[in-house]
């Protein structure tokens, strides 16, 4: 839900109008119409500012993305040409095998 649905959706649910919102958050009804239209893009404080005027209090939360994301790496990987990310592909392969065999040798003693 973006932030032009959540004040619309909030207001109506209040019953209360554009021009009264306006008021209870000292802004302009033209401000909250264009805002609910999506014609302009409230900052945080202003979406929270005409929350607060609704007796609402706006809360956001942070999940980490599932998987192994890692975008600075990718980004890093993505520099790289084709042949040295294959070289590196290889390097990788090649220490996993040793670590493979270092494990099994472990087991085995």
Known sequence: MDASELIKRTRERHGISQHSLA???GTHQAVVSRIERGNMQPTVAMV?????AMGEQL???VERI??????VHRRELLRRSPEERLELAVS???LAEQL?????????G
């Open 66 to 71: 599932p998987g192994d994301h890692d975008p």
């Open 59 to 61: 809360k956001l939360d």
């Open 23 to 25: 008021v209870r958050s």
């Open 48 to 52: 929270e500012r005409l929350l607060a």
């Open 100 to 108: 493979s065999k270092a494990g099994r040798r472990a087991r085995a």
């Open 92 to 94: 990788w392969n090649r």
